[in-house]
């Protein structure tokens, strides 16, 4: 009798081992079959005095850092950063990073500070946009 239970408890090891060892193989098969991910980015800096002129935004795309305008020129403002940052969405880019850079000055015990901050955005692409966009960015 208690060799049957042995037997039965073996076989009940080998079983789990055989199913942890697909569930492995299983996921390390699924990992390699993971395509690689493209982007174009972009860096978006705001310019102006936001309670005053509204919002402003520069466009750093790789090629040229350049103001946002519409489709017949005219300079984009926005009314808060908020609306800024859905205007983007909307057009089909994915917050990467947000930060700021700061700089000041002194001189004879006064000083002062300005800090901008920028948003690193990006949009999912193919392999052949995203080398065609490395190509344009190299200075030549």
Known sequence: ??????ISYLNILVMK????????????????????????????????????????????NGKEVEKLRDDKGKRIV???????????????????????TSEGTSWAGTGGSDTSSYWILRKPCTKEEFEEAVKEAVKK
Not at 1 to 6: C, E, K, T, V
Not at 30 to 36: D, N, P, T
């Open 78 to 100: 926005f009314k808060t950063p908020a609306g800024a940052l859905m205007y983007f969405f909307a057009q089909g880019w994915e917050m990467f990073l947000s930060g700021a």
């Open 17 to 60: 081992k055989l199913v942890l060892i697909l569930l492995l193989f299983i996921s390390l098969v699924g990992k390699a079959q993971i395509e690689q991910k493209y982007y174009i980015y972009n860096i978006v800096s705001f310019e102006g005095n936001f309670s005053k002129e509204g919002v402003k935004v520069q466009i750093d």
């Open 1 to 6: 009798m208690w060799l049957i239970q042995f």
